[in-house]
Nanobody
Framework: QAQVVESGGGLVQPGGSLRLSCAAS????????MGWYRQPPGKQRELVAA???????RYLDSVKGRFTISRGNAKNTVYLQMNSLKAEDTAVYYC??????????????WGQGTQVTVSS
């Protein structure tokens, strides 16, 4: 059985930073792409950042220059470094993984989500 587990969410003041971590394990086919989605309150889920096994990345326009996605040295791990956080970044953040090399739709495996709240 596949498991995708996120960590690192929490409450932070505007302008602050957080680092999200994600690890996929268990009975899981070869993963190529990994990414982070978020779902703000009352809104649809959106792809925030994605990275392929080859290191190609893609970001939501509103987070470019503030967020950085990276793969870990351990297999099937991914991180999201979030700087200069804004109130509008408040959302549940989900880690996702896919067998395909894709930067647009990553949805084979999902985590349970971690809450990020940006508020003073």
């Amino acid at each position: 059985q596949a498991q995708v587990v996120e960590s690192g969410g929490g409450l932070v003041q505007p302008g602050g930073s957080l680092r999200l971590s994600c690890a996929a394990s268990g009975t899981i086919f070869r993963i190529n792409a990994m990414g982070w989605y978020r779902q703000p309150p009352g809104k649809q889920r959106e792809l925030v950042a994605a990275i392929t096994s080859g290191g190609s990345t893609r970001y939501l326009d509103s987070v470019k220059g503030r967020f950085t996605i990276s793969r870990g040295n351990a297999k099937n791990t991914v991180y999201l470094q979030m700087n200069s956080l804004k109130a509008e970044d408040t959302a549940v953040y989900y880690c996702a993984a896919d067998r395909r090399e894709t930067l647009t739709l990553i949805n084979d495996y999902w985590g349970q989500g971690t809450q990020v709240t940006v508020s003073s």
